[in-house]
Every structure is written in C-alpha cells, then in structure tokens.
C-alpha cells in the first residue's frame, strides 16, 4: 500500500431472504463496520447483515 491510499477492508454485506448477497460499503474497522450493520437491523425482515474482511491483495475474496 502506498502513502496516501486508505485502506478499507471490512465490508458490510446484505442477505436479503432469497439469500441475494450486496456489499453494502467498505469501512476502516471492524467496529465501524458491525455499528452500521446494527443500524441497518429490523426485526420485521428477513434481511441480514454481516461483517466480513476482505483480502488485502484486493482480489475480493476473503481472509
């Protein structure tokens, strides 16, 4: 990584009840990750969110 480039790689994920997943948006931690998936949780639906890390080489997969 070079100087000046942000790194951002927790992601949050949507898992809507058909079991389509979408990458909400990228976050610098952990923790700021999981605070808006928490706000995007309703009882009244069948969607999940999750917090997942992605690689460090970018590909998307995860670690």
């Known amino acids: 990584m070079s ?3 942000v ?3 927790w992601i949050v ?3 809507d009840d ?3 997943r979408y990458r909400v948006g ?3 931690t952990r923790a700021e990750a999981q ?3 928490d706000s995007f949780e309703d009882p009244g639906h069948e969607r999940l969110y999750s917090v997942e ?3 460090q080489n970018g590909d998307g997969g995860r670690n």
């Open 3 to 5: 100087e000046g480039t």
């Open 7 to 9: 790194s951002l790689p």
């Open 13 to 15: 994920i949507r898992q």
């Open 18 to 20: 058909n079991g389509n």
């Open 26 to 28: 990228r976050y610098a």
């Open 35 to 37: 605070k808006v998936a």
């Open 53 to 55: 890390r992605v690689a």
